[in-house]
């Protein structure tokens, strides 16, 4: 069993919707991380949180450490958002165990 | 704004080769990982680095595996014997001290091709 599971696996969608990508883990986690990985690669850090929610622009990010989910939101929808996001804790203070990714895709 | 840079961007090799990955952490990070992504799968952890020293390393980094901070800001990944399976995409990533070392900062990745 895969310690972090994110669901759905593929999603697509039409510009503008409000998009909703789940993660639910089953280890003592110090912080979860919430990430962007374009075609090309590379991976960019959009959220770090250990409780309650963060917000940047479009994107918000929840999580509840009793419940062991989080969960990335993304409202009013781009074809610019199209990338994989991926769920990663953090066990102990240094190593980061990743989702799988939802690869997101978002129509004209 | 700081980032972590990582050259070169593609790497290829022939089988039983070395090859040194290198990376340019953010320059006042004292904590520096190495993760690898074979291609279609999960980001995978290899090694942390800290104080000059591994801290934790997976079952991934093998004795073909060493990572060095040769000077004050390089932090490279040695792979001695490539083989096929090395192939993947490697990427740095650093983390500041305290309390900010939770947050971790990625470079854009090192895609290794063995042949």
């Known amino acids: 069993k895969n310690e972090v599971e994110q669901s759905p696996q593929n999603l697509t969608a039409q510009e503008g919707e409000f998009i909703t990508i789940n993660c639910s883990y089953s280890?003592?986690?110090?912080?979860l991380h919430w990430l962007q990985q374009h075609p090309g690669g590379g991976i960019v850090s959009l959220f770090m949180?250990?409780?309650g929610k963060k917000k940047h622009g479009r994107l918000i990010a929840t999580i509840n450490i009793q419940e062991k989910h989080s969960s990335l939101h993304i409202t009013a929808s781009h074809p610019r958002d199209s990338a994989v996001y991926i769920c990663a804790v953090l066990q102990g203070a240094q190593k980061l165990v990743f989702g799988q990714g939802t690869r997101l895709t978002i129509n004209p | 704004e700081p980032e972590v840079t990582q050259t070169p961007s593609h790497q290829v090799t022939q089988m039983g080769q070395e090859v040194i990955l290198r990376c340019v952490p953010i320059s006042n990070h004292l904590y520096f990982y190495w993760y690898r992504q074979i291609l279609g799968q999960k980001v995978e952890f290899l090694v942390s680095?800290?104080?000059?020293?591994?801290?934790?390393k997976s079952e991934i980094f093998d004795d073909r595996f060493s990572v060095e901070r040769p000077d004050g800001s390089n932090f490279t990944l040695k792979i001695r014997s490539t083989k096929l399976e090395d192939s993947a995409m490697y990427f740095c990533?650093?983390?500041?001290?305290?309390?900010?070392?939770?947050?971790?900062?990625f470079g854009p990745g090192t895609r290794l091709t063995v042949l």
């Open positions: 990533a650093s983390s500041a001290q305290g309390a900010m070392r939770y947050e971790q900062f």
């Open positions: 280890v003592g986690i110090s912080a």
């Open positions: 680095f800290y104080n000059n020293e591994i801290s934790e």
């Open positions: 949180l250990s409780s």
